[in-house]
Nanobody
Framework: QVQLVESGGGLVQAGGSLRLSCVAS????????MGWYRQTPGKQRELVAT???????NYADSVKGRFSISRDNAKNTVYLQMNSLKPEDTAAYYC???????????????WGQGTQVTVSS
């Protein structure tokens, strides 16, 4: 069993910063990509940023230059540093990881429960 637990969401004023964290735990052999997605009511979940085990990253155009994703492979943890936040960044943020569990033969995607980020104007 693999679990992802996010933390760090909250309420912040426009222009402020927040740092999200996500820890993967359980029966893990290896983790490839880790990423953050966000979703608002009535809309599809969208990719915010991804980081691979090699360290390469990619970002949604809407957050480039403001958000930064990083990971600590030893701790199975991924971070999302969010600066210059805008009201349109308000959403539930979800952590995702592509994991090869112990004794498994295929990679699977796992999701956290989500953490709310609210940016006031």
């Amino acid at each position: 069993q693999v679990q992802l637990v996010e933390s760090g969401g909250g309420l912040v004023q426009a222009g402020g910063s927040l740092r999200l964290s996500c820890v993967a735990s359980g029966s893990i052999f290896s983790i490839n990509a880790m990423g953050w997605y966000r979703q608002t009511p009535g809309k599809q979940r969208e990719l915010v940023a991804t980081i691979y085990s090699t360290g390469s990253t990619n970002y949604a155009d809407s957050v480039k230059g403001r958000f930064s994703i990083s990971r600590d492979n030893a701790k199975n943890t991924v971070y999302l540093q969010m600066n210059s936040l805008k009201p349109e960044d308000t959403a539930a943020y979800y952590c995702n990881a592509r994991v090869l569990p112990m004794l498994a033969v295929r990679w699977d995607d796992y999701w956290g429960q989500g953490t709310q980020v609210t940016v006031s104007s």
